[in-house]
């Protein structure tokens, strides 16, 4: 099966998707801001250069796409039928780079949280959890 769209145009989607500042970025973001805790955003220092970071806490958050890092849920588990290879192994890719990254973090002495995009169904639930990685150590959690 072809492309809906042409080369050029094509190009120009994959261009448009962004690595940083995305929608469910943003909206981790304000449900953590909720915990109290102190958070900077994409901080380069750091390897992978985390989505969110609780300096104080030393905890790392990184929001991921389902489909772009290989979820277990069904839009995770979608593969392209065309250029199969090219996406298997770009995938693949991600996923390595994933581990590695949070293997890093680990051995630096940060928690690493990874938030899946299907989480964001059940916002408060995952409000919990961000609180609970998050709230400064006075704090008490509800």
Same mark, same amino acid.
């Given at each position: 099966?072809?492309?809906v769209?042409? *080369?050029?145009?094509?190009?120009?989607v994959?261009r448009? /998707?962004?690595s940083?500042?995305?929608?469910p970025?943003?909206?981790?973001?304000?449900?953590?801001?909720?915990?109290?805790a102190?958070l900077?955003?994409?901080?380069?220092?750091?390897p992978?250069?985390?989505?969110? /970071?609780a300096?104080?806490?030393r /905890?790392?958050?990184?929001v991921?796409?389902?489909?772009?890092?290989?979820?277990?849920c069904?839009?995770?588990?979608?593969r392209?039928a065309?250029?199969?290879?090219y996406?298997?192994?770009?995938l693949? *890719?991600? /996923?390595?780079?994933d581990?590695?990254?949070? !293997?890093?973090? !680990?051995?630096?002495?940060?928690?690493?949280?990874?938030?899946?995009?299907?989480?964001?169904?059940?916002?408060e639930?995952l409000?919990r959890?961000?609180?609970?990685?998050l709230?400064?150590?006075?704090r008490?959690?509800?």
């Amino acid at each position: 099966m072809s492309d809906v769209f042409s *080369r050029a145009q094509r190009s120009a989607v994959m261009r448009a /998707v962004k690595s940083s500042g995305t929608a469910p970025e943003r909206r981790l973001f304000e449900l953590a801001r909720t915990s109290g805790a102190r958070l900077r955003r994409n901080v380069r220092s750091l390897p992978g250069s985390p989505d969110l /970071v609780a300096p104080q806490r030393r /905890v790392c958050v990184f929001v991921h796409g389902c489909f772009w890092h290989q979820h277990t849920c069904a839009r995770g588990a979608r593969r392209p039928a065309s250029n199969a290879g090219y996406w298997r192994a770009k995938l693949e *890719r991600n /996923v390595r780079r994933d581990r590695r990254v949070a !293997r890093e973090l !680990r051995a630096l002495g940060w928690t690493v949280v990874t938030v899946w995009e299907c989480q964001f169904r059940a916002p408060e639930r995952l409000r919990r959890r961000l609180v609970r990685y998050l709230a400064p150590a006075d704090r008490v959690v509800s």
